[in-house]
């Protein structure tokens, strides 16, 4: 009788031990797993997973190659050379030429709208000489800096900006900067010459930076890495940034408010705005947000709408680094979650946020404009409007 009773116990023993081998294991698969940044994307942790199942999108397949290259302690002693043949990258030395390689890679490239084969095209150039810089516009190194998205011919949004909520300067003793994030209308694109002018206006308000790149829908993600790279070098000790489009209107107020109360150990990973969660790619061609399945395939990330959203200087650093590793993506605020998901961190959101605007029976309550934290959107008369219905004492609003 004892005999089979200690059989059953090492049995016993076995199993719990096979079951404890089993979960340690599935742990770390999901470690590596989140560490790839995305559920399509995924890295093997080991050898005998090394061979990557080929994406059918080409942005996927594109992002499993870079995380390859950007992941040499998950893959030790992996060399390129034993990658398979379509994780190679024959693309151009320059990753400024135009990559040549992309038509023949994506089936159906030639019936494409034009914007996906410009950006496809230049995708892997990041870099991009500026023609307007402030390098000193941090020297006082700002509580908050307010970096106002725009397009060249944008002088009165600009304008109405810099005569309410982004005004340059103290406010709520709290110092504030602004600068203006710009491309170029380009001549090639039929828009008038308008260098002048903005020459003019950049010695006037000193708030202007402008990079050689054409200004499209599908480079505002370019635009996104070239702010991020700027913060880098000229701007890093400010605490906070509010990133926005110039057609939003900003409670700067209320904004400094909230993030007076913020801990410091807070202030790490902070990232709020008006968070889209569980959204995927739209398949409409006709929609503005359309991506093909050949380019991408997958769920985003949660992002924060990009007409506004509020982080820490701290994390911009972080976002910097991280978008290195990032393939730029057609779409700037899901590029931004895509970054952000690198470091493991999700935006967070905040219903003050209403990049989806509020509704128009409040559009002229002026005491609704002191409980939201920004809003979209409003043109620069309606920006000079609202101002002084959040500045001023006198509005009692209870
Ligand atoms: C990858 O490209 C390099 C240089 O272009 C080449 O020497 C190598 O054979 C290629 N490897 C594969 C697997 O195609
Ligand atoms: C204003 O800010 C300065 C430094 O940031 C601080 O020393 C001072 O106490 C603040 N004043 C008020 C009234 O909060
Ligand atoms: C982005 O800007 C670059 C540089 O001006 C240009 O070559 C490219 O066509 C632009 N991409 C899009 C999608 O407009
Ligand atoms: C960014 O990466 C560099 C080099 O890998 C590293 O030295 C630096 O500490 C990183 N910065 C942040 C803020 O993570």
Known sequence: MPVPRRKTKALCMMLSFNIFVCVLVGISWTLSHDRSGGDKVRIPSQRFWSKPVQSKSFWNREQQRLDFIHNPIVNPG?????????MNDSGPADPCQPDHRVPAQIADYNSLPRRFQDFLVHMRCRLYPMRINQPGVCAEQPFLLLAVKS?????????????TWGRAGVLANRS????????????????????????HEAALH??????????????????????????????PQAQYILKGDDDVFVNTLRIIGLLDGLSELRAQDFF??????????????????FIPESVFEGQYPAYAGGGGYLYSGALALRLHNASQEVLMFPIDDVYTGMCLRKLGLAPEKHSGFRTFGIEEKYRDAP????????????????????WPWVVLPELDCQ
Not at 176 to 199: N, Q, S, Y
Not at 369 to 385: A, I, K, N, W
Request: charged share 25%; proline share 5%; aromatic share 12%.
């Open 367 to 386: 005491c609704i404009y002191r409980s939201l934290l920004l809003v979209h959107s409003r043109t620069p008369q309606e920006m000079l409007r609202i």
């Open 272 to 289: 709020i705005g008006d968070v889209i969660s569980n959204a995927g790619p739209h398949r409409d061609p006709k929609l503005k947000y």
């Open 151 to 163: 397009l060249m011919p944008h002088f009165d949004r600009r304008q109405a900006i810099r005569q």
């Open 176 to 199: 504030v900067a602004t600068v203006f994030l710009l491309g170029h209308t380009a001549a090639e694109d039929h828009f008038p010459d308008l260098l002048g002018m903005l020459g």
């Open 78 to 86: 992996l060399s390129l050379v034993e990658l398979p043949h379509w």
């Open 206 to 235: 000193k708030d202007i930076l402008q990079w050689d790149y054409r200004d499209t829908f599908f480079n505002l993600t370019l635009k996104e890495v070239l702010f991020l790279d700027w913060f880098s070098k000229h701007c």
